[in-house]
């Protein structure tokens, strides 16, 4: 059963058919493999295991997938695009499949001229993230054609969600709450950092979710140091903080929590205080949250209490960036940044700051739909904690 339903898709594919008729592209090609997985799932609802692979749109006519023989049948049952071609460079190196039928790239430029007619220009999405044997096969086999990147154009589509994708985040944020309690209650003295993870993985699955954003993140003590720490099975001990994170999807889309907790059940006054200059930056940046605002207006207040505390040497990450099929993907609010933030965004608040002497690392995330009236917490539950 597949995730992505044919209503959604056809109007993604639509939306990048007008791409190609604005640039006179005769198709393009949109480059997945399973750590760049948002764009290909973006047309498809589907990634493939072990194998890399691409998806082409004419702008005439209909899509196919290009990938592996070992993804045909998982593809042909579950991918949102279900026509495959087969070619080495998307193979897993040095299998072999007998029974498979593997093309070329010059063999699919014939059958697509004989499809499309003359081909002058092709789309490429992705092409900086494409291993380069890859890059070279395709542009070698499309020989005398102008190959044209529209990786920002295409990317841009995803940037404001449909109802269907808040929907699915929405889902996925009320998991991630499941997944809260469940880490919370995992963490005391002398338990495994990967109790934590375990007991919020379970939470999650239990219940739906079908993958993660990232892996678990659990930090204690001066592991939290390592900004996206993953659990271990170093013990909790009493007095220290632990720095918990979790990003559960549904049908692709990712929720998620993050949050410092007291191994001993209660702050100590410094804790106390290291958290209430994570929550004020946190308020501040809420505050931002309003159509029509720039990355770096989201961004300056927060940076300025924390240059004020004399925090913003530790600090790694800016404090806002969008959600959706990654838990962290473009646009990313930073200091520089002159992006927009517009009605139907999914945008999270992320502060943190790292390497401190004393407090280590620490992390609060939550995050919010963006309407034409401000932010709406897709988890009421963690706004109100994060901002108390």
Same mark, same amino acid.
């Given at each position: 059963m597949g995730y992505l339903g044919t209503k959604e898709r056809d109007v993604r594919l639509a939306k990048v058919q007008n791409i190609l008729s604005s640039n006179n592209l005769d198709f393009v090609l949109?480059?997945?493999?399973?750590?760049?997985? /948002?764009?290909? +799932?973006?047309?498809? /609802? +589907? =990634?493939?295991?072990?194998?890399?692979?691409?998806? $082409?749109?004419?702008?005439? !006519?209909?899509p196919m997938l290009l990938g592996g023989p070992e993804s045909e049948p998982f593809a042909k049952l579950d991918s949102a695009i279900t026509e495959t071609r087969n070619f080495p460079v998307f193979m897993v190196p040095d299998e072999e499949y007998p029974n498979a039928t593997i093309t070329n790239f010059p063999s699919l430029f014939q059958e697509l001229k004989a499809k499309l007619g003359n081909i002058k220009r092709v789309g490429l999405v992705g092409g900086g993230r494409m291993p380069a044997d890859c890059?070279?096969?395709?542009?070698? /086999?499309?020989? !005398?054609? %102008?190959?044209?990147?529209?990786?920002?154009?295409?990317?841009? $589509?995803?940037?404001?969600k449909s109802d269907w994708e808040r929907e699915q985040i929405r889902a996925a944020f009320r998991l991630a709450d499941h997944c809260y309690d469940a880490m919370a209650k *995992?963490?005391?003295?002398? *338990?495994? %950092?990967?109790e934590v993870a375990a007991a919020g993985e379970y939470a999650a699955r239990s219940r739906g979710a079908t993958g993660f954003g990232f892996s678990a993140i659990v930090g204690s003590g001066p592991r939290a140091n390592a900004v996206v720490p993953t659990a271990t099975t170093k013990r909790m001990a009493p007095g220290e903080l632990v720095m918990i994170g979790i990003a559960p999807k549904v049908n692709g889309y990712a929720g998620v929590v993050g949050d410092s907790l007291p191994v001993s059940g209660e702050y100590t006054d410094s804790q106390r205080e290291c958290m209430n200059h994570l929550k004020e930056v946190?308020?501040?940046?809420?505050?931002? $949250?309003?159509?029509?605002?720039? !990355?770096? %207006?989201?961004?300056?207040?927060?940076? *300025?209490?924390?240059?004020k505390h004399d925090l913003?040497?530790? $600090?790694? =990450?800016?404090?806002?960036?969008?959600?959706?099929?990654? %838990? *962290?993907?473009?646009?990313?609010? /930073?200091?520089?940044?002159?992006?927009v933030l517009k009605p139907g965004m999914a945008v999270c608040i992320d502060v943190s700051f790292f390497g401190h002497p004393e407090w280590h690392g620490t992390r609060i995330e939550t995050g919010y739909e963006i309407t034409d009236n401000g932010p709406v917490p897709f988890s009421p539950r963690m706004d109100k904690l994060l901002t108390e």
């Open positions: 949109v480059y997945y493999d399973e750590f760049n997985i /948002g764009n290909g +799932w973006y047309l498809t /609802g +589907w =990634c493939p295991q072990f194998e890399s692979g691409a998806v $082409l749109v004419p702008r005439d !006519g209909e890059y070279r096969q395709i542009t070698d /086999g499309f020989s !005398g054609v %102008e190959i044209v990147d529209v990786t920002g154009d295409y990317v841009a $589509l995803r940037y404001n *995992a963490i005391t003295n002398g *338990a495994m %950092e990967i946190f308020r501040l940046t809420r505050a931002q $949250l309003q159509p029509g605002r720039k !990355g770096s %207006e989201i961004d300056a207040p927060g940076r *300025a209490y924390y240059k913003l040497q530790y $600090l790694v =990450c800016p404090f806002a960036h969008t959600i959706g099929l990654h %838990e *962290a993907e473009a646009p990313f609010f /930073g200091p520089h940044s002159s992006d």
